[in-house]
């Protein structure tokens, strides 16, 4: 199946500080990308739709202006997590549509915020 | 509102014990039915879609089934390496890409 990878697998910060995560689809172009959030023993929740050349759409709840996306290529985009804080260590993890496939997802990221 | 629900929460099983994980799901047009599954840390492997009520797709132990409310996820006679998460997700069709996932079966398979 189509490879999605993510960077990076894990990352230690201290809290008020941002966070980039990348995601890139490798072998092929994603002009949509999935961003879901995962919290210990719970299922993975949407996000934010980030499209390639225009603004990102957020989920209800979603803070736009604490989780920054750009998806400046076909083959990437970033989230940043901005002034993180003890509450948005998660498990982050994007996924990436293949027209007519099904979405494969990345490894994921842990984020852990002291 | 879609809304996925699966049972059980639990599921520990003895090695070659069959059993079955369901999936319940209200969606407005459903697009697709997608099962995962998910190891601890890592993200989700995809293992099947199912598109209309009726459909049937297999994959070694496993093998998944779709009718109108719900889906379930047979494993037959499995092995300690089945031990995951099995996740359910459902995409609308008026939400392409979007996937509402379910909260996970928690599968523990003991020798």
């Known amino acids: 199946g189509a490879v999605v990878s993510q960077h990076p697998s894990w990352v230690i910060c201290k809290s008020g500080t941002s966070v980039k995560i990348e995601c890139r689809s490798l072998d092929f172009q994603a002009t949509t990308m999935f961003w879901y959030r995962q919290f210990p023993k719970q299922s993975l929740m949407l996000m934010a739709t980030?499209?390639?050349?225009?603004?990102?759409?957020?989920e209800q709840g979603v803070e736009k202006d604490k989780f920054l996306i750009n998806h400046a290529s076909l083959t990437l985009s970033t989230l940043t997590v901005t002034s993180a804080h003890p509450e948005d260590s998660s498990f982050y993890i994007c996924s990436a549509p293949l027209s007519r496939q099904p979405q494969f997802f990345g490894p994921g990221t842990r984020l852990t915020v002291l | 509102e879609d809304q996925v629900t699966q049972s059980p929460e639990a599921l520990r099983l003895q090695e070659g014990e069959s059993s079955s994980l369901n999936c319940s799901y209200t969606?407005?047009?459903?697009?697709?039915l997608f099962w995962y599954r998910q190891d601890p840390g890592k993200g989700p492997e995809f293992l099947f879609t199912?598109?209309?009520a009726g459909e049937e797709k297999e994959k070694e132990r496993l093998k998944a089934t779709l009718t109108k409310k719900e889906s379930f996820l047979h494993i037959t006679a499995p092995k300690p390496e089945d031990s995951a998460t099995y996740l359910c997700a459902v995409q609308a069709e008026d939400s392409w890409g979007k996937l509402q996932f379910g909260a996970g079966t928690q599968v523990v398979v003991t020798p």
């Open positions: 199912l598109y209309s």
């Open positions: 980030s499209n390639e050349g225009s603004k990102a759409t957020y």
């Open positions: 969606v407005s047009g459903l697009r697709g």
